[in-house]
């Protein structure tokens, strides 16, 4: 037996080659890999959908965004309000006189307070309508 003049292995070594495995445990080798393979994909399908980071938790995560972010937007709308009332009180004289009269019942020197009260409506009596005889 000679070499090829290629072969680059030691002298007096045989070359092996791959014993193939008998066909039926292979194909059942083959068989469980595909088994075991849609099985990781329906895992990982199943855990994207449904999972603690899934696609319901993100959603889920964005209505809280949403909602969040609507509330933060209100409360910096009431916080500029209440930010420009408080400058105005602290500079407008005529502000401090509106909010003592409405909040303290503050009233100025010389003025006269009119105190009404809601009077009942008198009963009213049935009428009795004309009869003819």
């Known amino acids: 037996m000679t070499d090829a003049p290629n072969d680059r292995r030691?002298?007096?070594?045989?070359?092996?080659r791959p014993v193939p495995l008998p066909r039926a445990s292979s194909s059942r080798l083959s068989r469980l890999i595909q088994i075991g393979l849609a099985l990781a994909a329906v895992t990982l399908v199943v855990e994207s959908l449904f999972g603690a980071r899934g696609l319901s938790a993100m959603m889920q995560a964005r209505r809280e965004y949403?909602?969040?972010?609507?509330?933060?937007?209100?409360?910096?709308?009431?916080?500029?309000?209440?930010?420009a009332a408080a400058r105005r009180l602290r500079e407008?004289?005529?502000?401090?006189?509106?909010?003592a009269r409405r909040d303290l019942g503050y009233m100025a020197p010389g003025e006269k307070v009119f105190?009404?009260?809601d009077a009942k409506p008198a009963p009213t009596t049935p009428t009795v309508p004309n009869q003819k005889k």
């Open 115 to 117: 105190i009404l009260h």
């Open 10 to 16: 030691a002298p007096g070594t045989r070359r092996t």
């Open 66 to 83: 949403a909602m969040l972010a609507n509330d933060l937007d209100r409360i910096r709308g009431e916080n500029q309000r209440l930010q």
């Open 92 to 99: 407008d004289p005529t502000a401090i006189e509106e909010a």
